[in-house]
Nanobody
């Protein structure tokens, strides 16, 4: 079992920044993928970014490239969000994948369906 808990959400004006944090505990190691996801009201959950802890390799969806940064420090996962706009308003979740991935070229997916441990989410609201 893996437990995740997000924090750091809030309200911000367009163009502003927020930093989300997610504490990860339980049966987890560096070969398990971690990711950030979001779900806007009335929309499907979508991937934002992922990280393979063993190598630090990151993947971003196109809509956040150059604005968001995913990082990890020991048992805490971060999402630095800059240049926020109204389209970024959503409930943000961190998630872990129980599949152990081993290899020199491992990259972690951003499909929500491939992750099986989830936090409860933290709300981000961007006003224009």
């Amino acid at each position: 079992q893996v437990q995740l808990a997000e924090s750091g959400g809030g309200s911000v004006q367009a163009g502003g920044s927020l930093r989300l944090a997610c504490t990860v505990s339980g049966n987890f190691n560096s070969e398990n993928c971690l990711g950030w996801f979001r779900q806007a009201l009335g929309q499907a959950r979508e991937g934002v970014a992922s990280i393979y802890p063993l190598s630090g390799k990151t993947i971003y969806v196109d809509s956040v490239k150059g604005r968001f940064t995913i990082s990890r420090d020991r048992n805490t996962l971060y999402l630095q969000m800059n240049s926020l706009n109204a389209d970024d308003s959503a409930l943000y979740y961190c998630a872990a994948d129980s599949t152990m991935r081993v290899g020199r070229h491992v990259s972690c997916p951003t499909l929500p369906q491939l992750y099986n441990y989830w936090g409860q989410g933290t709300q981000v609201t961007v006003s224009s």
